[in-house]
C-alpha cells in the first residue's frame, strides 16, 4: 500500500482501523460499542493498537493521523460514535457485528443468507442496538450489519437497511427460528430473506421481480 496518497485514503484507512480495533477488542473480551456506550475510557488499549496498525499499513496509519489530527483526534472521532452508532458513521457504509465464535468471513460463505430489515433512518440507531446485543448474545444467526450515514451510491432510496446473518439457508428450521427472535425484536413487520448466491450474482428486486426465497 506504499503507493497510495494518504489524504485520499483516509476513509479507506479509518474502515480498516476500525474492524481491526473491533477484531482486537473482541479478543480480550471486550467490544467497542460497549466501551463507548458506557463511557469507559480505553485510550491505553486504543494507542497499543493503534500503534500495531501503524506498523502494518504505514502509509493508511499517516492518512488516519494527518486527517484527523494524531492518536487522540482518531480516538475522540470514536469516542463520538464513528464505527459504532450508524446515524453517526461517515468514514464507511457498513457497521458489522459477529455472534461468538464466529469466524471472520462468514458472512461471505455461498450458503449464508440474511434477513433484509428496511427501516427509515429515524429509527436504524435504536433498531441496531437491539439486533446487534441479540447478535453478541448468540440469539440470532452468525453476525449483523447495517448500513451507516455515509452516502452509498448502491441505495435506490433514503431508507437504512439491517442484515441479519444466517449460516446455511438451506436450514429452514434455522431461518425460521432467527426469524421468531426478531419478530420478539419487535420487527413484526413482513421481511424478505436474500441468499447470498443472488447477491454474488448481483440479482435485485425489480417490479414484478423478486429475489428473496423466504418472506415471512
Not at 473480551?29 to 480505553?42: A, I, K, M, Y
Not at 492518512?63 to 463520538?80: C, F, M, N, P, S
Not at 437504512?160 to 425460521?176: G, H, K, L, S
Not at 436474500?194 to 425489480?206: D, M
Amino acid at each position: 500500500m506504499s503507493d497510495l496518497d494518504p489524504d485520499s485514503h483516509s476513509d479507506l484507512a479509518c474502515g480498516l482501523f476500525l474492524h481491526l480495533l473491533n477484531r482486537e477488542l473482541q479478543e480480550q473480551g471486550l467490544f467497542l460499542f460497549s466501551l463507548v456506550e458506557n463511557r469507559v475510557d480505553f485510550r491505553d488499549r486504543f494507542a497499543e493498537i493503534f500503534r500495531s496498525f501503524c506498523t502494518d499499513y504505514p502509509v493508511l496509519g499517516e492518512a488516519l493521523e494527518r486527517r484527523y489530527g494524531g492518536v487522540e483526534g482518531i480516538y475522540t472521532l470514536i469516542w463520538q460514535g464513528e464505527g459504532v452508532i450508524p446515524g453517526k458513521t461517515r468514514t464507511m457504509h457498513w457497521i458489522v457485528q459477529d455472534a461468538p465464535g464466529v469466524s471472520p468471513g462468514a458472512i461471505e460463505d455461498d450458503l449464508a443468507g440474511k434477513w433484509l430489515i428496511f427501516l427509515p433512518p429515524s429509527e436504524i440507531d435504536s433498531a441496531w442496538v437491539r439486533v446487534r446485543d441479540a447478535t453478541c448474545r448468540g440469539e440470532l444467526g452468525i453476525s449483523s450489519k447495517v448500513s451507516t450515514a455515509r452516502p452509498n451510491p448502491d441505495s435506490r432510496d433514503e431508507r437504512r437497511v439491517i442484515y441479519v446473518y444466517t449460516r446455511d439457508w438451506r436450514d429452514e428450521a434455522d431461518v425460521m427460528r432467527v426469524r421468531e427472535r426478531l419478530r420478539e425484536l419487535g420487527f413484526t413487520e413482513r421481511l424478505g430473506y436474500k441468499r447470498n448466491i443472488e447477491t454474488f450474482r448481483g440479482e435485485y428486486s425489480e417490479k414484478g421481480k423478486k429475489v428473496t426465497y423466504y418472506s415471512a
